[in-house]
């Protein structure tokens, strides 16, 4: 799957008849927390993995997330600064029941201390990829996200404390 830049969905859209300015698309997106073209292309696993939509954390949303074995991806409200780049993830992570995990950080059962202080911020999103093989995918995203911004996601833990991005 490719990403498309602003002026590409302007024409995607224009084609649909829905006639927006470039700056309309920019702003819809960055609405809807999906960063730039550069930035989507730097993920490194972006069309590798279909991901759900972003999805706000919070109770309610909790339900639409399917109980089944996957990869996760939250995203902080803001971009945070890596070594070579900045991006919205804060955190990734894999478990064998999506919805289960997910839940316990909507009710503050969660011992990342990295990540708490994220998941308390207001407009935090997760979204998902669901996947038998979630370990082997979990460690390929953060492989692929440490290769593209020199560091691991800002919350992802190792042995119960800060990694140290080696």
Same mark, same amino acid.
């Given at each position: 799957?490719?990403?498309?830049?602003?002026?590409?969905?302007?024409?995607?859209?224009?084609?649909?008849?829905?006639?927006?300015?470039?700056?309309?698309?920019?702003?819809a997106?960055?609405?809807?927390?999906?960063?730039?073209?550069?930035?989507?292309?730097?993920?490194?696993?972006? @069309? *590798?993995?279909?991901?759900? @939509?972003?999805?706000?954390?919070n109770? =309610?949303n909790?339900?639409?997330?399917? =109980?089944?074995? @996957?990869?996760?991806?939250?995203?902080?409200?803001?971009s945070?600064?890596?070594?070579?780049?900045?991006?919205?993830?804060?955190?990734?992570?894999?478990?064998?029941c999506?919805?289960?995990?997910?839940?316990?950080?909507?009710? @503050?059962?969660?011992k990342?201390?990295?990540?708490?202080?994220?998941?308390?911020?207001s407009?935090?999103?997760?979204?998902?990829?669901?996947?038998?093989?979630?370990?082997?995918? =979990?460690?390929?995203?953060?492989?692929?996200?440490k290769?593209?911004?020199? =560091?691991?996601?800002?919350?992802?833990?190792?042995?119960?404390?800060?990694? *140290?991005?080696?």
């Amino acid at each position: 799957m490719e990403s498309l830049n602003d002026r590409r969905i302007q024409e995607h859209l224009r084609q649909k008849g829905i006639a927006v300015t470039v700056r309309t698309v920019c702003y819809a997106r960055s609405l809807l927390h999906i960063p730039n073209y550069a930035e989507r292309n730097r993920n490194g696993y972006e @069309g *590798k993995f279909l991901f759900s @939509g972003y999805l706000p954390l919070n109770r =309610e949303n909790i339900i639409r997330i399917p =109980e089944i074995p @996957g990869v996760y991806e939250i995203s902080a409200a803001t971009s945070v600064y890596y070594r070579n780049g900045k991006s919205i993830v804060a955190y990734l992570g894999a478990s064998k029941c999506l919805r289960k995990r997910l839940t316990h950080y909507t009710n @503050g059962q969660i011992k990342n201390t990295a990540l708490l202080p994220i998941i308390r911020e207001s407009g935090v999103n997760v979204r998902y990829f669901p996947t038998d093989n979630y370990r082997d995918c =979990e460690k390929r995203l953060l492989l692929n996200f440490k290769t593209c911004f020199g =560091e691991l996601p800002m919350a992802n833990v190792l042995g119960g404390g800060p990694h *140290k991005n080696q």
